[in-house]
C-alpha cells in the first residue's frame, strides 16, 4: 500500500512494487514547499477524474498513475478496500493534486502537519 511521509524537506509518496508497474511510475518526491493543502477525502476512488496518462485504473475500483483533467495533473494510487484517503494539493509541481488511499488518513494529515477536518 502506497504510504506518504515526509523526509528531510521532502513529502515523499512511496509505493508498492505493483503499484509502481501499475502506475508506471516510481516513488514521487515533492519538496515540502510546494505542499499548499492536505485534506481528508471520503470516496477518494471516486474522486480520480480525467484521462489516464500512463497507469491503470478500473472505474469504482481502484486507479494508479497520472490522470489529466482539464489541464490539471492528479496522480492517484487509490484502492476500492482503502474508501478514504488524502489529497495533496500542490504548486509549481508536476502534478496539482496527489490523491493517496489510506486507513487512517486523519493519522497521516496530523503528521504532515495538516489540520484534520
Known amino acids: 500500500m502506497a504510504e506518504l511521509r515526509q523526509e528531510g524537506e521532502e513529502l515523499v509518496l512511496h509505493l508498492s512494487a505493483f503499484e509502481k508497474a501499475e ?3 516510481g516513488d514521487l518526491r515533492v519538496p515540502m514547499a ?4 492536505l485534506s481528508v477525502v471520503e470516496d477518494i476512488v471516486d474522486q480520480v477524474q480525467g484521462l489516464k496518462l ?4 478500473v472505474p ?4 494508479v498513475g497520472t490522470f489529466v483533467q482539464r489541464g490539471q495533473r492528479t496522480f492517484a494510487v487509490v484502492h476500492h478496500d482503502t474508501p478514504r484517503g488524502i ?5 509549481d509541481a508536476p502534478y496539482d493534486q496527489l490523491l493517496v488511499g489510506s486507513a ?6 496530523a503528521q504532515l502537519g495538516g489540520q484534520v477536518s
Open 23 to 25: 502506475a508506471v511510475h
Open 34 to 37: 510546494q505542499v499548499v493543502g
Open 54 to 57: 500512463p497507469g491503470s485504473r
Open 60 to 63: 469504482g475500483w481502484f486507479a
Open 87 to 91: 489529497r495533496v494539493r500542490l504548486r
Open 104 to 109: 487512517d488518513p486523519e493519522a497521516v494529515v
